[in-house]
């Protein structure tokens, strides 16, 4: 693990090429970056100053005690820290302060990392543009009037505006891959069941998955050797042994066999994304890799598929916000019944998506709409999944664009939800099929927003995924390119 | 013709436990069917034998039923709207009448 981080660039924009900075001074200028970039980009809901600086100085007097010694990370404010607010930006949790940490948060301050704050997201995880939060839109760093995806979208702009290197975020539907793609990061969503996900406030829960943000692809994957591997609170976390990534990051990919969806890439997809597309399968072709067309037949039928079973699921989950145990509840008037607190608590505490997801789940699963819904949702899962198996039989990755669209204006979908749904056309099938994808910057679509090639491999190969994405961005430099908002806004107010 | 009425969204709301204004309810009838014409596409594809995915990992996710250490009573109503910790217990309206 130390091997492998002498190679990355965990401390850019937090440190100097001579010496690394200590932890007190990467915290101070990784807090520093955020006040200056903050007010633009309301990508954080809790800063932790007080409790990073304190680690900081601890871990300064310590001898190194991980991978991560010293370096700051922010994680999305949907996964518990104790003592620290957890809002999953929903008004019904306010309030609320965990009695306990999540196994990833764990995790990585065990291996030295400094939470420095909580980051925005659309409410508990519904939604691709950082939009439906009730704490206010985060804004795209490469152009303050578009979003920045989401629904991790507060954790991809802090690492795009390089507040921190690292971010921790949740993949429901692409909830990690589509703002990396926006942003120009790096977005990994592990296979299902390597993240515990102990502690992550829950929205569908054979979906969910816990993932970094980072630029590079090596980052990642120390970010996830950290995060990653069994855990006894989580009964769908997966034994499997971890990869040995350090030896996997290799750059080479001479006879790797990529497939390509070439039917699932046509209509909705925008010119800028099929050429920048293009053009990074010739990066893999010029490394020796084979490029080869496959078929999915049943992948246009994810976001339907998706959206049955992410809905029945939520509704589940989100029953347990009641106003009884912790967060928001109605102000009780008399005769109020058990009922009617329920019933107003919630309809105050969710925001309108989230109500909208809780009806459809709700529906789906009730008597007489079961089979033809949720049943039917859950048998063409099976297809999307056989479709995957037959492809992994003569090819090692499948490579898509990671969104159909560079990002879009705030509020240009909030009034359709199926259009917004339309976002998550690429990256739900690995949340169906549970495979391991990644969202690596690829290019710019003019003007300057960035655009994210997705890769996706087999089931607890992330060896084979990272050593692609990694050897990527050995003969590119898009990930290399920051957005200049700092420089341009520095000590000036905000336009708009 | 829309796939569900306002009735119905009514009775979804209740089931669900969501107390909607009228505003909403006008929004989700329309935008639940909007929805639901969306996901009809599915509903062509012959998926006869086809077993259901209920979750990706192909293995039980049960665990042995064993006692283990839990956060404190104390703990656990530390977050509650309302509570009465010194005889641990949540406070709600009352139920029977």
Known sequence: MTQLRKGTRLRHGVGGQAGEPGAVAAVEQSLARLTQVEPQLSAFNTVMAERALDRARALDASAPIGPLHGVPVALKDNLCTAGVPTTASSKILSGFVPPYTATAVERLEAAGAIVIGKTNLDEFGMGSSTENSALGATRNPWDLTRTPGGSSGGSAAAVAARVVPIALGSDTGGSIRQPAGLCGIVGLKPTYGRVSRYGLLAFASSLDHIGPLTTTVADAAVAFSVIGGFDPRDSTSSSEPMPDLHAALTGDVNGLRIGVPRAFLGEGVDASVLEAFASALNVFAARGARIVDIDLPHAGHGIPIYYLICTAEASSNLARYDGVRYGHRTRLQKDDTLQHMYERTRDEGFGAEVKRRIMLGTYVLSAGYYDAYYLKAQQVRTLVRRDYDRAFETVDVVATPTTPTPAFKLGEKTSDPVQMYLNDIFTVSANLTGLPSISIPCGFASPALPLGLQLTGRLFDEATLLRAADAFQRDTTFHTNAPSLAEATEGKPLDA | ?97
């Open chain 2, 1 to 97: 013709m829309s796939l569900l009425s306002r009735q119905d969204v009514q009775r979804i709301a209740e089931l669900a436990r969501l107390e909607l204004t009228s505003e909403e309810l006008d929004l989700f009838t329309r935008q639940l069917g909007d929805i639901l014409t969306y996901v009809e596409q599915i509903r062509a594809l012959d998926t006869t034998g086809v077993e259901p995915t209920s979750q990706v990992l192909n293995r039980p996710v049960d665990r042995d039923d064993a006692p283990g250490a839990t956060l404190t009573r104390a703990q656990l109503l530390g977050n509650a709207p309302d509570a009465a910790p010194e005889a641990g217990l949540f406070k709600v309206p009352r139920v029977i009448g």
